[in-house]
């Protein structure tokens, strides 16, 4: 059965993206079969896949709106072996044009139906921001994957996207659940992060990854080449973690 993650915070820089790319390109690695959906019109994840986002005709745009069916825009991230539903920035506009739209908030959840039982994760990159996009995205989820800094803003952004989960869950989404905090850019040498991650463990419990992030920079690399960090340096600390993170996510699925 199909497990839908949508990777949500918004606060921006905290490594939704670079989580999507690589959380995809090692889930593909361990076997599973995998659609990841840009929903961000910076199309960050659709270059970071591999995918010229400035060519593209039709994007997860076109698909919101009703104008052509997912399958029509699908296309494959050639490196990270993953199905890629793409955005660019004409994605920007689509809040203003879906204000009007019937079901506007489970567009995308509706769009998924025909293509979902194809693959065992869809995983969403939502934009750093608690939008309509984001929304489309909490609306489709099974549960939520956030990414997140050791630091006490961080916390404070937590607490709000909490509380959009909990109103998500109350008008649209009653089985929307937070699947786990992730521990993203870690340096085990600062103090602050260190009682940043003690703390989140102790309000949260086993809701917190094992599994952290490291501050890598093969990791900060793999971008500007259009690659996974798996296939950048596989054995980088940050393709390993990745590596880790997805076989935890199976761990808990199974």
Known sequence: MVKILAIANQKGGVGKTT????????????GKRVLLVDLDPQGNTTMGSGVDKRGLQQTIYHVLLGEQPITEVRVVSTP??????????????????????EQR?????????PVKEEYDFILMDCPPSLNLLTLNGLCAAHSVVIPMQCEYFA?????DLVNTIR???????????????????????NVLAKQVSDQLQQH????????????NVRLAEAPGFG???????????GAQAYLALAKEIMGATA
Do not use: C, W
């Open 19 to 30: 989580t999507g790319i690589n959380l995809a390109a090692s889930l593909v690695a361990v």
């Open 80 to 101: 990270g072996k993953y199905d890629l539903i793409p955005a660019n920035q004409e994605l920007a506009g689509t809040e203003v044009e879906m204000v009007n739209l």
């Open 105 to 113: 908030e489970t567009r995308l959840k509706t769009a998924l139906q």
């Open 155 to 159: 916390l404070e952004g937590l607490s």
């Open 167 to 189: 109103k998500v869950r109350l008008n649209f989404n009653p089985t929307l659940k937070i699947e786990g905090l992730l521990r993203t850019m870690f340096d085990p040498r």
């Open 204 to 215: 949260f419990g086993n809701k917190v990854y094992r599994t952290v992030i490291p501050r």
């Open 227 to 237: 690659v996974p960090v798996l296939f950048h340096d596989k054995l980088s600390k």
